[in-house]
């Protein structure tokens, strides 16, 4: 009998915009810590050369090198040249940061830099300035929302593996069929890297609101009958929500996805509640 690799957990974080708040996030890693995640991803605010440096890396410099726990640092490269990437690289070598989310980033009003239009085109230049570096790209099970069809789809998310993504993190979505679906599809293409479910538990009302607003992702009937039922019961709320991606991860582990990232929202307990019922399953 062939012994499968283990199944990945990890973990993603935001850095706040206060140093209060950055504090309280350090306190949730040094718990997060004690849960023993493969890595931790740290996001960047929208393409802000200066923001990256000032939080992002310094939240992974913290994770890679105080908790000891790879850190995985987000790049959005749409407002940013090559020059500019290049010193964020050299940053992240300094501090022994060796693992990037490469993203081209969400477009807004502002005119856009001209060095990177696609996340295949940022994958494709760290690979050539340092190959040491791993990359990992985002991907998205119910369809890009600039796409315009699969097809497409498919094939710019297949240009972003060739260029040099060593594994892929999807979306937030809330039913496992999407993935699965999303996953044969990857195969058919002859997408073979690591693909990690990215899972989000809803756990308050104000979370769910944004979600409805934002999201791409179609919500199953089962879940909107949750946001219905407990709309103005919190507690319950919070616990149906953790109960959801439980049931979310027991059902993907046991299909055997490559990996599990949890979109924490810098929620501790949340994660501790979500690993207490399923990190059997990781082993």
Known sequence: MVNKPKKMLSFEVFPPNT????????KTLD??????????????????????????????????NTLNIPAVAHLSAAYLDKNQVKEILEQLKAK????????????????????????????????????????????YPDIHPESLNRITDFHYLKEKVDSGCDKLITQLFFDNNTFYDFQERCAIAGIEVPILAGIMPIVNRNQAIRLLKT??????????????????????????????AIDQIIDLTTEDVDGIHLYTMNNAETAKSIHHATSSLFY
Do not use: M, W
Not at 19 to 26: A, D, Q, R
Not at 111 to 138: C, M, Q, W
């Open 215 to 244: 999201c791409n992702t179609p919500l199953p009937k089962k879940f909107v009958r949750i946001l219905e039922k407990y709309e103005h019961n919190p507690i319950a709320l919070k616990d149906a929500g953790i109960a959801f």
């Open 31 to 64: 718990d997060l810590k004690e849960l023993s995640p493969d890595f931790i991803s740290v996001t960047c605010s929208n393409n802000n050369r200066t923001d990256i440096g000032r939080t992002t890396i310094r939240v992974a410099d913290y994770v890679n």
């Open 96 to 139: 022994g940061i060796y693992q990037i989310l490469a993203l081209r980033g969400d477009i807004t009003t502002l005119p856009a830099k001209n060095d990177f239009h696609f996340a295949s085109d940022l994958v494709r230049f760290i690979k050539a300035y340092d190959e040491t570096f791993e990359i990992s790209g985002a991907c």
């Open 19 to 26: 140093e209060v708040g950055t504090s309280k996030l350090f």
